[in-house]
């Protein structure tokens, strides 16, 4: 196998171990995509400071080590789609953080960008804080995603003011060793059985604690100065997953919660998109010869 071959096939590898799937590099139809509270989708990018230096070091030739990007969240996470496609993007530029040799029986470290995910179906913030899903002790890593908040809004019983202690809690130590945080604000999603509901059919309808869950994080987010990105803006606001469900080529399940692999692949490569101009705009604020 040649450099090259080797370097894709590790990328593949270290994805997410043996469960890992390939993405494909080339972007599907991308979609409409809708306005956000957030500049250009993402709050707070100042937060993401620590992960932008890494990146550049690793442009510049500087890092010799892996950028390692950790994702715990719920059944879009599990997937591995949405954070498959962000993966693939970043590695498109950066490299693939892991090379194969004939010496080695195992990828060895290399400049580029490593991403690996722990997703579980039903999974809460709540759980997270107990270990469901854990991260894995995969290094130290330059940035933790957190994606949750569906199963969260979906929850009657939700305490806006325990869900609010426990996501301070959880960025707090997540950051603890300089690390950069991002949370994924919760996407839009409908319940079945509603009467008056916003979508075409009129009986389905977001639970309303996931707006909750939404403001919570934004706001958490801010005063504890991470990243925030606006996914329900992204993906179209309210009700966007009974329109993007009704598209020929639907984006999101019947269900109007989880995404189809089309959906994941062009969701997942608007958070890419935003991510790397939030990037390109802070190594131009930078300027010419101040990056180390």
């Not at 498109?92 to 179906?121: C, H, K, N, S």
């Given at each position: 196998m040649n450099r090259a071959g080797a370097l894709i096939f590790a990328g593949v590898l270290t994805a997410t171990g043996a469960a890992a799937q390939e993405v494909a590099y080339a972007d599907l139809d991308r979609g409409p995509v809708g306005t956000s509270i957030c500049p250009g989708g993402m709050c707070g990018s100042a937060g993401l400071t620590p992960l932008f230096e890494a990146l550049a070091a690793t442009e510049a030739g500087e890092r010799k080590t892996p950028v390692l990007i950790l994702q715990a969240g719920d059944s879009h996470t599990a997937g591995g789609k949405i954070s498959?496609?962000?993966?693939?993007?970043?590695?498109?530029?950066?490299?693939?953080?892991?090379?194969?040799?004939?010496?080695?029986?195992?990828?060895?470290?290399?400049?580029?960008?490593?991403?690996?995910?722990?997703?579980?179906?039903?999974?809460?913030?709540?759980?997270?804080?107990?270990?469901?899903?854990?991260?894995?002790?995969?290094?130290?890593?330059?940035?933790?995603?957190l994606a949750f908040g569906t199963n969260d809004g979906f929850d009657d019983g939700l305490d806006p003011v325990v869900f609010e202690a426990l996501l301070r809690n959880q960025v707090e130590g997540l950051r603890k060793d300089g690390a950069a945080v991002l949370i994924l604000g919760a996407p839009d999603a409908l319940r079945t059985g509603s009467g008056g509901g916003c979508s075409a059919d009129g009986l389905r309808a977001p639970p309303a604690n996931l707006a909750v869950v939404r403001d919570v994080q934004r706001r958490v987010a801010a005063e504890l100065g991470v990243a925030f990105w606006d996914w329900h803006g992204r993906m179209g606001g309210d009700c966007s997953a009974d329109r993007l469900a009704l598209r020929a080529d639907p984006f999101m399940r019947g269900d109007r919660v989880h995404f189809t692999a089309a959906g994941a692949d062009w969701i997942g490569g608007v958070l890419a998109d935003d991510l790397l101009a939030a990037y390109d705009a802070w190594k131009a604020s930078q300027g010419p010869g101040s990056i180390r």
């Open positions: 498959g496609k962000l993966r693939a993007r970043l590695q498109m530029r950066f490299g693939y953080g892991a090379m194969l040799t004939a010496d080695a029986p195992e990828p060895i470290d290399a400049p580029g960008v490593r991403l690996i995910e722990a997703g579980e179906v039903g999974a809460t913030l709540t759980g997270f804080a107990t270990g469901k899903p854990a991260l894995p002790s995969a290094g130290s890593a330059v940035l933790t995603i």
